[in-house]
């Protein structure tokens, strides 16, 4: 497969990250993930074994009421950037905004998103993020 087809495969799977993510759907959102799942943040490293796992942690408390207690309403892209590029894993140097409900920017941190292709689709395999 050629490099241009795997960044097509995975921009898409990153834009449809980021689309449950502002959707507030932690079921679609953990269908982006591929497990175990790691994330590093905050000065800590957190690994979920699976997708039942990983949603659970996300509902108690759950995280969108938490981001939005911060005056989140959405997140876009800001940048994506490929540092490596295999068939089955890629490295991918993002850039993201959080935004208020009148889309006024008020936040912005940069990560390394890790994703690998397992049973012919892509998911976030690991984060190490700049966001708390």
Do not use: C
């Amino acid at each position: 497969m050629k490099a241009a087809e795997i960044k097509k495969q995975v921009l898409d799977e990153l834009d449809t990250w980021m689309s449950a993510f502002n959707a507030k759907d932690l079921e679609a959102w953990s269908k982006t993930h591929n497990f175990p799942h790691v994330r590093i943040a905050s000065g800590n490293l957190t690994y979920w074994h699976s997708r039942k796992e990983y949603v659970e942690h996300f509902s108690k408390p759950d995280m969108f009421d938490s981001l939005q207690a911060l005056g989140w309403h959405h997140s876009k892209w800001v940048s994506r950037d490929f540092d490596l590029i295999t068939e089955n894993k890629v490295h991918v140097s993002v850039v993201f905004q959080r935004y208020n409900s009148d889309n006024k920017p008020h936040s912005k941190f940069e990560a390394l998103y890790i994703l690998t292709k397992e049973n012919e689709k892509w998911g976030v395999q690991a984060r190490s993020s700049l966001a708390p």
